[in-house]
């Protein structure tokens, strides 16, 4: 198993490097290549360990190593610009480690999608079980905009769940990858949801899609002694954009009647500022807050039941309940999903409701066994 990041100067795990730096030599005719809605616009290779330079270079020179691998090519693939940041995790029988090398198939890939005040972080582990459990799979996880390393890379607005859905789109067009597997927690779900709808390339077909513990309609606001998003997120604007301890965050959300759990998923999004090692250290958060406040108010307005009710043929859309996250699913929602199960299943598409017990709505925190056993059936009988 290998990982590789575009924020991350080398590999790590399977005993594998990959560096790049890119050509624009050959970008029009490469760009016919990526289907629309691609054509025309400007892409971010960033850091599979490139760095931007900070001189508005023009032509970069592409250079590849693959350590054990025979498949030391060169290539071009287009301009370079601003998407977002990710990571791709590998499993061992990937044949291939470059976006470049055309001479294997392409492996089936899997996109995993956070949710509000998340990032590709939490998806890190989870992932990498995967990619142990089915070696011949890769898995993209990606930071959102306004989240994580994704929160430095400027985005025009409005920030919402079809915008993002539309950077994912890209991303996965400028690196060529055709997804067969779509996973969204929360927000994420919706985005995941959105990117069917907006797009048939480059889905694939088949291609299945998991809404974690998110309805495709009205978000439904929690009960007494649950967090709530909204909340948080403005509790988080009367916060100093840099804090000297995460302990002291801690312990102010917990004042505020936050969750210890959320509190301390929270400061995750912290960064130590100044070189490491300082006795002097202090933290800022990642993400750009007025931002996800504007993808927040998105998620409780969107409304993708269309896609759900009337599933293009070739798309499977799994809704997944968490047993404990009641006030997300009204007795409506449910009964809406289960008509629409009929219906797909007549028209050689597909909606699956499930359920995963002993869970809230950090699934893959509550119940990653139960979580692994139910997202497992996505990932077999695929094999390239």
Request: include cysteine; proline fraction near 4%.
């Amino acid at each position: 198993m290998s990982a590789v990041s575009n924020f991350a100067p080398s590999c790590s795990g399977g005993g594998r490097s990959v560096s790049f730096s890119w050509t624009e030599s050959k970008f029009r005719s490469n760009m016919a290549l990526i289907p629309r809605p691609f054509e025309n616009d400007k892409f971010l290779v960033s850091r599979l360990a490139l760095r931007q330079s900070s001189r508005a270079t023009k032509d970069l020179t592409v250079r590849m190593a693959i350590v054990d691998e025979r498949l030391a090519r060169r290539g071009n693939v287009g301009k370079t610009s601003e998407i977002l940041a990710y990571d791709l995790i590998q499993g061992a029988l990937v044949r291939w480690s470059s976006i470049m090398d055309r001479s294997f198939p392409d492996p089936p890939t899997a996109v995993f999608l956070h949710g509000i005040l998340g990032s590709r972080k939490n998806w890190g582990t989870f992932a990498r079980r995967l990619a142990k459990e089915f070696p011949t799979w890769q898995f993209l996880l990606v930071d959102l905009r306004c989240h994580g390393d994704s929160a430095s890379i400027k985005k025009r607005g409005p920030h919402t769940v079809a915008s993002t859905a539309l950077d994912v789109l890209k991303l996965v067009g400028q690196l060529r990858m055709t997804p067969r597997v779509l996973v969204g927690h929360s927000f994420g779900g919706k985005v995941a949801l959105s990117m069917v709808e907006q797009a048939a390339k480059p889905l694939a077909r088949p291609v299945k899609v998991w809404s974690l513990d998110a309805t495709p309609g009205k978000l439904r606001s929690g009960g007494d002694g649950e967090d709530h998003p909204e909340e948080l997120i403005a509790f988080l604007s009367t916060l100093p954009k840099e804090v000297s301890s995460k302990r002291d965050v801690v312990n102010a959300l917990i004042q505020q009647g936050f969750s210890k759990d959320v509190a301390q998923w929270v400061v995750t999004n912290l960064r130590t500022n100044g070189s490491p090692g300082s006795s002097s250290s202090s933290f800022s958060w990642v993400f750009d807050l007025k931002g996800i406040a504007e993808m927040y108010q998105s998620y409780e307005e969107t409304n993708l039941w269309k896609i759900v009710e009337d599933v293009p043929r070739g798309v499977h859309v799994n809704f997944l309940k968490a047993e404990r996250s009641l006030h997300r699913w009204a007795l409506e929602d449910l009964q809406r999903i289960h008509a629409a199960e009929e219906i797909a299943a007549e028209e050689g598409a597909g909606v699956e409701m499930h359920v995963l017990e002993d869970a809230g709505h950090w699934v893959q925190a509550d119940n990653p066994d139960g979580l692994f056993r139910i997202l497992s059936s996505s990932f077999k009988g695929i094999k390239k």
